[in-house]
């Protein structure tokens, strides 16, 4: 009799214990699911990727995560992608709907001096101009950028506050252009010196924030991956266009 109680009580256990585990593998799964909803963008959207040719050649491995996030956005959107060098904009791929042609058209960085733009807004406030009055809906630039403007010299004022810095925030500003910036080191400066990587995220900062959009870098000494700037964006965007509406 005891043996028969026992060997009940232990399927009963063993029952519970499986279904216990159904329902956490269940949750883990639901909640896995809603984070791969959250980390994607629900709303069309115009969006320019600019990308700072300088960069450290550790952004060339994310050309992969990039492609992905232009790929996984909603029908009806479309992209530009431009790549900020020496004196000028290269735009690789004007504003399209082909959001698989755009991706394509990334490329890796050159991550060269020889490719340092010294102020990257010169080339922001031209890609602004790429938005025309055929994009219907919200418009939005990504700056993948170091954020130093070493133009006008190598200190606080002429890195935060610098004439292309303002201009760039009034052009965007008037245009109704969000801006979003993911730090990445350069080759040059902030690469190593965490005083110019400081300054560059304040002005990354103050630039996302000045015109209704949000800086993303992990500390000053560089980046892990871009996984996670490209879940809190898509995260941000979300959460912005519940509000507007």
């Known amino acids: 009799m005891f043996y028969r109680r026992f060997i009940l009580g232990a399927a009963m256990l063993i029952l519970a214990l499986a279904a216990s585990t159904t329902t956490f593998a269940t949750s883990a799964t639901e909640t896995s699911q809603n984070s791969l909803r959250n980390a994607r963008v629900v ?19 994310e050309l992969g995560v ?3 996030f232009i790929r996984s956005l909603p029908r009806g959107s479309r992209v530009m992608v431009g790549y900020i060098t020496t004196g000028s904009l290269q735009v690789r791929q004007p504003f399209t709907g082909d959001l698989n042609q755009a991706a394509q058209s990334l490329r890796i960085p050159r991550s060269s001096t020889a490719a340092s733009a010294f102020n ?5 406030v031209e890609a602004l101009r790429g938005f025309n009055s055929n994009l219907r809906g919200r418009n939005a630039v990504l700056l993948i950028s170091d954020g130093l403007d070493v133009s006008r010299g190598f200190d606080v004022s002429s890195a935060i506050q610098s004439v292309d810095l303002e201009r760039a925030i009034k052009q965007a500003n ?10 990445a080191p350069s080759v040059g400066l902030t690469g190593r010196s965490m005083l110019a990587a400081s300054y560059g995220q304040s002005a990354l900062n ?21 996984d996670s700037y490209f879940s809190r964006l898509a995260q941000t965007l979300n959460a912005q266009s519940a509000t507007a509406s």
């Open 206 to 226: 103050r630039l996302a924030h000045d015109t209704g959009g949000k800086a993303f870098f992990q500390g000053s000494t560089g980046f892990v991956t871009f």
């Open 174 to 183: 008037q245009r109704n252009i969000a801006v979003y910036t993911f730090y």
């Open 66 to 68: 990039t492609a992905d």
């Open 43 to 61: 709303e069309p959207i115009n969006l320019a990727i600019l990308i700072q040719d300088d960069l450290t050649s550790q952004v060339g491995n």
């Open 120 to 124: 990257p807004y010169v080339e922001v």
